[in-house]
């Protein structure tokens, strides 16, 4: 009996002092110590951004001398786990010798990047010893990174892998050889934690709202009852501390991704394993057509996450707050023309105009955006990124330059001020190769076709001229809005 109670008293002793330990290790036991904590992970980002990247269409050879240089510092552990269909390596990275273990993937959809933006500028972090609280965090977790899960569909810019496969579908048969490294990872490192990372696309909206969901998260769930767990629970509260802080930086921008239960998904597939799992995509930003804003955030947010896993500190959290985040919506556009009064099958009809944009790629493998009508009708449940009541103004198609630019030379031959003066809004290219020299300037642009006039109507990439009592007042042009003026200046500075 004494032995029992011996035994006993010194489990109790030794919770007793972990909890002890950790509480001094992170003192977060305050809201005021939490936002310092937090805030100075915030401003950390300046320090240790990966600066050999500035855009989101980067592949599998940009970031592979960065992971190489990795394996020259002692406190980081690169193991290669295998290769893409095509031969493109797959990297394991691991810091911290903790036993709570954490593991994040990123970029499994190709044209998905900025988690790994985030992810290669956390790799500088752990590699500086003095990086603040980097070494409480090391001795307290074991981080497993993989970034660039899909190199093959990165050095495409597309969704899905090589097979044309959507990696996050195939979690259960592994048809893929990515979704097979990824599924042996899980089964080899057995995290308790898993972060799932994705973007998504930039029109959805926190609820009925005009703000942007610049990130949504997700607890998935285990089985289409959406039931409750433990480990689930975990998710939860640990995205109300990511909530908490994001908040504070773009208040109204934070979602709940809607919940549909796919068992073939690999976030489904590690809760189903007990492993506390969150998805998180990441949207858009007002001013942060690159992302790098959100890049700064996420870091942010991933060092706070693994404060939190380290102290415990999120399970204060009270799992209805978790349900009352806005769940995201697809209801943004770019540009919405309100009350625009415009011939429709030979009638004058009064209707709202919704711009989207769209990254396009040319044959050369360059990108570009291309504005184009996505919806006609009655928007007044949507919003845009801008806006303009087009009531008491005359709305007219823009003009298409009937001559075929064949070569840069040509194109580069083009006065554009005086063909915008003319009406001018299109040019016509003989191939797609020519658009990424029109990218900077605010024209549009087809390839070579028959069409001289443009329609109004959804799918086309229409530019419009807004006038007043004659004058022009706005260009709608490539999605975006432009004061005559302004859209002028904007041509004579190329």
């Known amino acids: 009996m004494a032995k029992v109670l011996i035994k006993t008293l010194s489990f109790f002793l030794k919770v007793f002092f972990s909890f002890w330990i950790a509480n001094i290790i992170f ?21 240790y951004i990966e600066t050999s990247i500035k855009d989101l269409h980067f592949k599998h050879e940009t ?3 960065i992971i190489e240089e990795l394996k020259t510092n002692a406190f980081v552990k690169v193991e290669q786990k ?3 269909v095509e031969g493109r390596s797959i990297h394991l990275i691991k810091v911290g010798s903790g036993k709570t273990k954490v593991l994040l993937w990123s970029q499994m959809h190709g044209d998905e990047p900025t988690a790994t933006l985030a992810i290669l500028d956390l790799f500088r972090y752990f590699s500086d010893q003095d990086a603040p609280h980097r070494n409480q965090l090391l001795r307290e977790l074991s981080i497993y990174m993989v970034p660039l899960l899909n190199p093959d569909g990165a050095e495409r810019f597309e969704r899905n892998n090589a097979q044309d496969i959507d990696l996050n579908r195939d979690a259960l048969q592994t048809k893929s050889p990515e979704a097979k490294i990824l599924k042996n990872l899980i089964e080899e490192v057995d995290p308790d934690f898993a972060f799932n990372l994705h973007d998504q696309h930039k029109y959805y909206a926190t609820g009925n709202s005009p703000y942007p969901a610049s990130f949504s998260f997700l607890a998935p769930a285990l089985n289409n009852t959406q039931g409750l767990t433990s480990t689930r629970e975990n998710s939860m509260r640990l995205i109300l501390s990511l909530n908490e802080f994001l908040q504070k930086k773009i208040p109204n921008q934070v979602a709940r991704y809607k919940e549909q239960y796919e068992p073939n998904a690999f976030g ?3 809760q189903s ?5 969150i998805l998180i995509e990441v949207g858009s930003l007002r001013g942060d057509p690159e992302k790098q804003q959100l890049r700064k955030l996420q870091y942010t947010m991933l060092l706070i996450a693994f404060e939190q896993i380290a102290s415990r500190a999120f399970e204060t959290h009270r799992l209805e707050s978790y349900y009352a985040l806005p769940e995201n919506k697809p209801g943004l556009f770019e540009l919405i023309i309100r009350n625009a009064a415009i011939h429709i099958d030979g009638r004058l009809q009064v209707v709202d105009i919704g711009y989207k944009e769209q990254k396009k790629k040319t044959i050369d493998n360059y990108f570009y955006n291309e504005g184009y009508i996505e919806k006609i009708g009655d928007l007044s449940t949507s919003f845009g990124f ?3 009541d087009a009531n008491n103004f005359t709305i007219e198609k823009g003009k298409i330059y009937p001559k075929l630019i064949e070569s840069v030379g040509q194109l580069n031959r083009l006065n554009f ?17 020519l658009f990424p020299l029109l990218n900077p300037i ?6 070579q076709s028959d069409k001289k006039h443009y329609t109004i109507s959804n799918k086309e990439i229409t530019p419009l001229v807004l006038k007043k009592d004659g004058r022009i007042k706005y260009i709608a042009i490539k999605g975006k809005l432009y004061p005559y003026e302004k859209w002028l200046s904007q041509i004579r500075k190329q």
């Open 442 to 447: 605010p024209f549009a642009a087809l390839v």
């Open 82 to 84: 295998g290769t893409s």
């Open 27 to 47: 003192s977060p036991i305050s809201t005021a110590q939490n936002n310092d904590l937090h805030f100075e992970f915030y401003e950390s980002h300046t320090n």
């Open 417 to 433: 001020e005086q063909l915008a003066v003319e009406g001018y809004t299109t040019i016509l290219c003989k191939s797609n190769s």
């Open 273 to 277: 394993k007990n492993i506390s799992t």
């Open 386 to 388: 801008d806006e303009i």
């Open 268 to 270: 489904e597939y590690c």
């Open 63 to 65: 970031i592979s001398p």
